[in-house]
């Protein structure tokens, strides 16, 4: 059976080392913290010849990735955002191992060999090794900025003050997984027609750059007057195919010029408050924001974060800026001593339905129940109103592409009827 080699602390903080024979070294640092150690280091024992030319050859192993230049060793580093997805069955796996009894640092070392898609072990890996040195693990999480946002660590801190970080990670397992399920049916209801107006995007281009200019060849040697119909498609052809590199530039050039405005503070009020009033697209926007603000906001405070902190984490990761600006207000104001449903109320933001349901929590106590009441009806009125935005959306895209077909055929149509006219006066 291998042998292990440890380093750990005792609670009074005095470093103790010695060997384990254990099968694997799981099973070491199960060993470890059953004699009411804390893990500090724990390595494969070796011979010492072995260990030596072992020693030799590490201190000639050198990191490829130290030779490439800084940009790109950071961009190589840079770990990817994780999905919702992603995230939800990450936190899932790590309350499942820990509420089997499994120590903190055991389970993350198991998490090193689960398969997480999104997350790799690396993450794991650190979290583990920082636990292992002393740190909590909320506090390594807020290392890794990138994996886990400021909603997922101050969670995790509060339920290691409350002693309920199982229960804590199971609540935000089922949080990112209702937003999960969100995200997919907006991005379901919106598949369907982008890829329709794309395709018949792609046709208008090509019949009116390669096929038109063919079947207008045909016109070339007869004196035959062309009606206004397929005169209008043949300059709207001889645009597409002489002229495509201007109408590209003008194109990007307006993406430019949207991207900017869109940077700047007063541009992203304006694009942020038209989303919102928008048909058919507005009301959907709005559901998703104040469903999104009530559950998260409802998730925080009922894991014992405190309300400002809550609402601040909540005005974060809220993408409306009009309503950002509004949650930031609100929290200044309960700064001040007052309610939240007062300052809700007077941004004219929310709805009143929300101010109301709030109302009621705080006379009742329960202000996440409300709020989580709140969540419940925006989110089934956002499945609704997608379903009917979809069935608005698709009868509108077909019409659309009946008037362009229409058009084409009629002009072309008209042409052949005007050339056959002619042959038989």
Do not use: C
Not at 337 to 354: C, E, V, W, Y
Request: proline letters at 4%.
């Amino acid at each position: 059976m291998p042998q292990f080699s440890y380093k750990a602390r005792r609670r009074t903080g005095e470093v103790v080392e010695g060997m384990l024979e254990v099968a694997d070294r799981s099973a070491a640092l199960v060993q470890i913290e059953r004699l009411g150690l804390f893990p500090v280091a724990v390595d494969a024992a070796k011979s010492g010849a072995s260990a030596a030319a072992s020693g030799r050859t590490a201190g000639r192993k050198t990191d490829w990735r130290g030779m490439l230049p800084p940009t790109l060793r950071e961009a190589m580093s840079r770990k990817r955002k994780p999905k919702l997805q992603e995230l939800s069955t990450f936190t899932q796996q790590l309350a499942n191992l820990l509420s089997s009894g499994m120590p903190l640092t055991v389970a993350l070392n198991s998490m090193t060999h689960l398969e997480s898609k999104g997350i790799p072990a690396d993450v794991s890996r650190e979290l583990k090794q920082d636990v292992m040195e002393g740190r909590s693990l909320s506090d390594s999480m807020a290392k890794q900025p990138r994996i886990f946002s400021d909603l997922y660590t101050n969670m995790v801190r509060a339920g290691e003050s409350s002693g309920a970080l199982v229960e804590v990670l199971r609540r935000m397992a089922d949080h990112f997984e209702r937003f999960a399920q969100v995200q997919s049916k907006l991005t379901s209801a919106l598949v369907y027609p982008a890829f329709v107006l794309v395709i018949g995007i792609v046709i208008m281009f090509f019949f009116m750059t390669y096929m038109l200019p063919k079947f207008l060849s045909i016109f070339d040697g007869l004196n035959v007057p062309l009606p206004i119909m397929t005169q209008i498609l043949v300059k709207i052809s001889h645009l597409f195919s002489g002229y495509w590199w201007l109408m590209l530039g003008v194109a990007i050039a307006a993406v430019i010029l949207f991207k900017r405005f869109q940077a700047t503070d007063h541009g992203r009020r304006k694009i942020d408050e038209w989303r919102m009033k928008a048909p058919i697209f507005g009301k959907v926007i709005k559901l998703n924001i104040f469903g999104q603000f009530a559950r998260t906001l409802s998730t925080l405070l009922e894991n014992g974060v405190p309300v400002l902190t809550a609402l601040k984490i909540t005005e974060q990761i809220i993408p409306n800026l009009t309503v950002k600006e509004a949650i930031a207000k609100t929290r200044e104001e309960v700064t001040d001593g007052k309610t939240i449903a007062q300052p809700l109320a007077r941004s004219k933001i929310f709805p009143q339905l929300m101010v109301d349901l709030v109302k009621i929590g705080e006379e009742t106590g329960d202000v996440p129940g409300a709020l989580k009441n709140v969540a419940d009806t925006y989110e089934n009125e956002l499945s609704i109103a997608l379903r009917v935005m979809t069935n608005m959306i698709e009868p509108v895209l077909i019409i659309v592409m009946a008037v362009g077909v229409g058009f084409l055929l009629l002009s072309v149509l008209s042409a052949m009827f005007a050339i056959t006219a002619n042959i038989a006066r």
